[in-house]
């Protein structure tokens, strides 16, 4: 195992990043569900970016929640 593998799976400190993340997740619960169904609409034919501009919409809420890219 690499060693930024190792440190991806060393446990935080605080939570308070996942905190956030699960914060400006749940503001974007209609862009999140409607990347989600076109997940759905297409998973036995899925392909490299069918659902690209879902996702972004999706991307793009959290990062204004989150004050921050990503």
């Given at each position: 195992?690499?060693?930024?593998?190792?440190?991806?799976?060393?446990?935080?400190?605080?939570?308070?990043?996942?905190?956030?993340?699960?914060?400006?997740?749940?503001?974007?619960?209609?862009?999140?569900?409607?990347?989600?169904?076109?997940?759905l609409?297409?998973?036995?034919?899925?392909?490299?970016?069918?659902?690209?501009?879902?996702?972004?919409?999706?991307?793009q809420?959290?990062?204004?929640?989150?004050?921050?890219?990503?």
């Amino acid at each position: 195992m690499s060693a930024t593998s190792k440190s991806l799976l060393r446990p935080r400190k605080n939570g308070s990043q996942l905190k956030q993340l699960m914060s400006a997740t749940a503001q974007c619960a209609t862009q999140s569900t409607a990347y989600g169904q076109c997940i759905l609409k297409h998973y036995e034919n899925i392909s490299k970016d069918v659902c690209a501009a879902e996702f972004q919409v999706f991307r793009q809420c959290v990062q204004e929640h989150l004050g921050k890219k990503w």
